[in-house]
């Protein structure tokens, strides 16, 4: 091959072009001339509906190829649902059945590995997918062959007349597709000549892509190594600049050929395993680090977007990993670009620590970058120096405080088709999830129908089994209708347990079962059948051993004792997490499926074996509770149907004592005071001296937290972000009560002395300001995220701008009328003398009310008497009309 000379290949055809727009017309003539005319976008993969649910033959037959009766995938990724014109217009036979078909409900892609290609598809969506006889899970993914059939259906409990068993046979089939494989058809391969691939550099490709302006490209002729003076161009990158534990001058010193990597085509992985010279050598003096840094770590692929070229990475580890300051999760991607800084990081020592960089790896594009130059010349000598001010910038990015978005403890992978922990040494981090299960009522339905309840439990069993199964987890044991099962994360024991409450729901369950009070079906359909109640807990155990009689693997000590206790707190039908578990998959919710979380709040349990000497004892703990979206109770329709109805709604947790609230207890009724307050300066020191702001918010939080358990009884922390709290109170009494308090207490907590030598905002520590405002709410329900108490209305807003116009130190209450506070008791201090009193300010014209609010000063007064003054509130004198 000649340099800059190009070549658009077919199996018939040859034909060296010099020009890439020349490549690209000439690849096109030659898609033509090889495929059939099958339809306006055409592919090697034909879907043809042979079923569509209201609609006869003749009318399937009548409706032209693209705009329903079929569609086509080439060499490309396609996602299929609603969205998707042909879905769309087949559905209009049956209207009903769009609530069964989602927006985007599979994936259909085209993997090619040499000359072969292979299809298969991933469902995307809650609802039904069947490929032939077998339904998909969500995430789960099965190859596609000719003459097979891929069918959306709805689940067995939405008709009459369903048969038994959870598999597709039970589901009703409302649009049913023929897979046909059109070389096939055709009496040739099509392999080369339909997916042509003109190759305009070693990291450009076109090929037979239907849309896509961001494509991941094909895994062919993967290689990614060290640097190879004999190796094919790389355009891209990655050069060491940072490794723990060796001096940046050592570092310079070391070959280029030791600390670089290039990406010479394709797709590759990165890891110790893939590059183990590279790894051993860079993090020879990060003792104890080395396992941060996964096996098989991240997947590396070249994406185009409007012909420039540009690398995509995709974290394939539990392993912390950062682009720049922000943190790519497992199964997340992030763009990268020439410069940026790719950090593989650990851990920091404490929770409130930040993480530790253990290697950072700069990219280099050699022919797009800044520096291509040094970079095209870096051979022998050295190479491009790395950029100070680029490694400066993920130093500076790294959170304090790490919040896992994967939802995944950091550890390296493993294999979790073994058992959790198979290991004969257990380490300090070997955590894995456990998981109990129990019926309800199980005595009571034993007593009222043997026979009825010995195929109900065989349903129950098996539907256990199977889900356990699908989501790696390992049966432990079982003890009557009872289960104990481990999982190696979380995240698999949440999709186990949404996935089995959803399952249970649709089981043929005996007539004689149902109508017992603890199995009987709801008008709304989230109860139906046996109720299981499950307990969740996340932790190492003390040992794990095996069973002299059955082999299974037993694992023992408080953390296993604790999960029992969480499942002892449930009632049937509801799913319990610990907040370690809750912590694990947090940022993994949509990945779950986006089901409802409710926070419990923190309760004492109690259980035998959760000291280690076995003694009973209790221990603190906060719950969260998760449900599918399906059997989710709508909190915000609450408020405008007065008593509850719809989904599944629980009594308190069954613990010794509830520590602190949960949703259930934050203030709710015809009136409530909302709280902000916000940390003056906070946001700023927190960019500039992050350390110091992490300590100084930390101090700030305990001091809210305390205040809200000491000086009132219906204090509720709804949210906090970088010092600013958004909190709740039954009553203006409560409310003025804790934020006299806290602008007392302030001042006197220990504040460091670099802090208040930051400048005049900071010389008596953290201030705050603080907005009160009474009124009513339009709903309340669950934070999506974090399961706390989540307002709506006017007043929430109306109680930000009050905030907004009060001075650090100050408390301002807000409302539309004059306001009076309850006579106040002498000696809310420790000395006696403190106390608190209102003083009229006048009304004021606040941003985004449309009329004024009259604001009054909440005065607070020391032990001696004495109390600060304030500016003028920082918004406009407004006149009442």
Request: proline fraction near 5%.
């Amino acid at each position: 091959a000649m340099p800059g000379l190009r070549f658009a290949c077919g199996r018939k055809s040859a034909k060296a072009v010099t020009e890439p727009t020349q490549a690209l017309r000439f690849a096109t003539e030659v898609k033509a001339k090889s495929l059939p005319a099958v339809s306006e976008t055409t592919g090697r993969w034909r879907f043809s509906c042979i079923h569509a649910e209201g609609a006869s033959t003749d009318q399937l037959s009548a409706l032209p190829g693209g705009a329903g009766a079929a569609f086509e995938v080439g060499g490309s990724t396609l996602v299929v649902g609603r969205n998707f014109q042909a879905i769309e217009d087949l559905l209009a036979f049956c209207p009903e059945n769009r609530r069964y078909l989602s927006r985007q409900h599979a994936e259909l892609s085209v993997e090619r590995k040499g000359r072969s290609s292979r299809l298969a598809v991933t469902n995307l969506s809650e609802n039904i997918i069947c490929v032939d006889s077998r339904t998909l899970a969500k995430g789960e993914s099965t190859p596609l062959a000719h003459d097979m059939t891929l069918s959306f259906a709805r689940p067995p409990a939405s008709f009459s007349g369903a048969g038994a068993g959870g598999g597709a046979s039970s589901a009703a089939r409302f649009l049913v597709f023929q897979v046909q494989d059109l070389s096939l058809r055709a009496g040739q391969d099509l392999e080369d000549d339909a997916l042509t691939t003109v190759r305009l550099s070693d990291d450009v490709r076109v090929s037979d892509c239907r849309s896509t302006a961001i494509r991941r490209l094909p895994s062919r002729k993967v290689r990614f190594g060290v640097a190879d003076e004999e190796a094919d161009f790389a355009r891209w990158e990655l050069h060491c600049v940072e490794a723990q534990g060796l001096q940046p001058k050592d570092l310079e010193k070391m070959p280029e050929d030791v600390k670089l990597l290039k990406l010479v085509d394709g797709t590759a992985f990165i890891g110790r395993r893939h590059q183990p010279d590279f790894f051993n050598a860079l993090l020879v003096g990060a003792v104890g680090s080395q396992h941060f840094v996964s096996r098989t770590h991240a997947e590396l692929s070249i994406g185009t977007e409007n012909n420039e070229s540009f690398l995509w990475l995709t974290n394939r580890s539990a392993n912390l990993l950062f682009v720049g300051g922000k943190a790519v999760c497992r199964a997340q991607s992030s763009r990268l670009a020439h410069g940026d800084a790719v950090s593989f990081a650990r851990p920091g020592e404490g929770p409130d620590s930040p993480p530790v960089r253990v290697l950072t790896l700069q990219v280099r594009d050699t022919l797009g970058g800044e520096d291509t130059a040094a970079a095209a010349a870096g051979g022998g000598g050295g190479g491009a120096q790395p950029q100070p001010a680029l490694v400066q910038r993920a130093e500076s990015a790294l959170p304090d405080m790490l919040l896992f978005e994967d939802g995944e403890v950091p550890r390296p992978s493993v294999d979790k088709s073994r058992p959790p922990l198979a290991v004969d040494n257990l380490g300090k981090d070997d955590a894995l999830t456990m998981v109990f299960t129990d019926v309800q009522g199980s005595t009571s339905l034993w007593e009222a129908d043997p026979g009825a309840m010995e195929i109900a439990l065989a349903m129950h069993d098996d539907t256990i089994r199977r889900v356990l199964a699908k989501h790696n987890g390992y049966e432990v044991t079982t003890e009557g209708d009872a289960f104990q099962m481990a999982f190696h994360d979380a995240i698999d024991a949440a999709r186990f347990c949404l996935e089995c409450q959803a399952e249970l729901l649709g089981c043929p369950w005996p007539a004689a079962t149902l109508a017992h009070a603890d199995a009987a079906s709801s008008a709304d359909g989230a109860w139906r059948g046996l109720r299981v109640r499950m307990g969740v807990h996340s932790g190492a155990p003390a040992s794990v051993s095996r069973h002299e009689v059955t082999g299974r693997l037993r694992y023992a000590g408080p953390n296993v004792a604790l999960a029992k206790a969480v499942e002892g707190t449930c009632h049937g039908g509801q799913i319990v997490l610990s907040s370690a578990s809750f912590e694990q998959i947090n940022g993994a919710l949509t990945q779950l499926g986006s089901p409802q979380v409710i926070d419990l709040g923190e309760h004492e349990l109690e259980n035998p074996g959760l000291s280690a000497v076995g003694e009973a004892t209790t221990v603190s703990c906060g719950l969260f509770q998760l449900l599918p979206t399906s059997l989710a109770h709508d909190y915000a329709r609450d408020a405008f149907c007065g008593e509850p109805t719809g989904g599944r709604l629980f009594p308190a947790p069954l613990s010794v004592r509830r520590a602190a609230p949960g949703f259930a207890e934050s203030p709710s009724g015809s009136e409530i005071v909302l709280c902000f307050a916000f940390a003056h300066g906070a946001k700023a020191l927190n960019a500039s001296v992050p350390e110091l702001a992490a300590e100084a918010l930390g101090l700030l939080r305990h001091c809210v937290r305390k205040m809200l358990r000491e000086a009132c009884s219906t204090g509720y922390e709804c949210q906090e972000d970088e010092g600013a709290f958004m909190l709740a109170f039954a009553s203006v009494a409560d409310a003025t009560a804790f934020a006299a308090a806290l602008q007392r207490a302030l001042p006197r907590l220990p504040w460091d002395e670099e802090l208040k030598a930051c400048g005049p905002k900071f010389t008596q520590g953290l201030r705050v300001a603080i907005g009160l405002l009474a009124g009513a709410y339009t709903s309340r329900k669950p934070h999506v995220s974090t399961g706390r108490a989540d307002y709506f209305g006017t007043i929430v807003n109306r109680a930000a701008r009050i905030a907004a116009a009060a001075n650090a130190g100050q408390v301002l209450i807000g409302g539309e009328a004059e306001i009076s506070l309850p006579p106040l008791p002498q000696g809310t201090s420790a000395n006696g003398a403190a106390g608190h009193s209102l003083q009229r300010l006048g009304p004021y014209a606040l941003k985004g009310v449309t009329s004024p609010l009259i604001l009054h000063h909440l005065r607070v007064t020391d032990e001696d008497g004495s109390s600060e003054q304030f500016p003028e509130p920082k918004a406009k004198k407004a006149q009442l009309e």
